[in-house]
């Protein structure tokens, strides 16, 4: 992990904080997603939002639905739809796994981090994830507050 932070390809473009929060989220996976010249220019400038976004997997093929990506002001004729739906890129073994996941078993794909990997590639990692219920995230809060907590005074008693 500390070779891509040295690395100056990498770079987060936007990550869904809230994910982790939400859901419960048992397995992840990097795909890549299919853009347009104007969309890459926009996120390596400004950056895009996947918050409200998620993945579908429909008639065999992957899709980004809902996500954002800013215009960029330099492309004027040839711009790009900010929220359109965006393919992603995965094998086929993976694609059956996830169809597994969604259809069979009532998962949710959520997306977490897009970033550009240490090739300069933009990817998108998503979450395989079961939905939490009021009483599991009232636990994950308090289970994040204490840990807080205990660091606090470990650091006090010094």
Known sequence: ??????????????????????YAIEEDLECGIILEGSEVKSL????????????????????LVNSYIA???QAKTF???????RKLLVSRKQMADLWNATQRKGMTLVPLVMYFNH????????????????HDKRETSAQRDWS????RLLKDNR
């Open 1 to 22: 992990m500390a070779k891509q932070k040295t690395d100056p390809n990498y770079k987060i473009i936007a990550e869904n904080r809230r994910a982790r929060f939400d």
């Open 44 to 63: 390596r400038a400004h950056g895009g939002n996947i918050a409200e976004s998620y993945a579908a997997v429909e008639n065999g093929e992957l899709w």
């Open 71 to 73: 215009p960029y002001a």
């Open 79 to 85: 711009g790009h739809e900010e929220r359109r739906r």
């Open 119 to 134: 090739r300069g590639m933009a990817k998108l990692k998503i979450g395989i994830a079961k939905g939490k219920k009021t």
């Open 148 to 151: 807080r907590q205990k660091q």
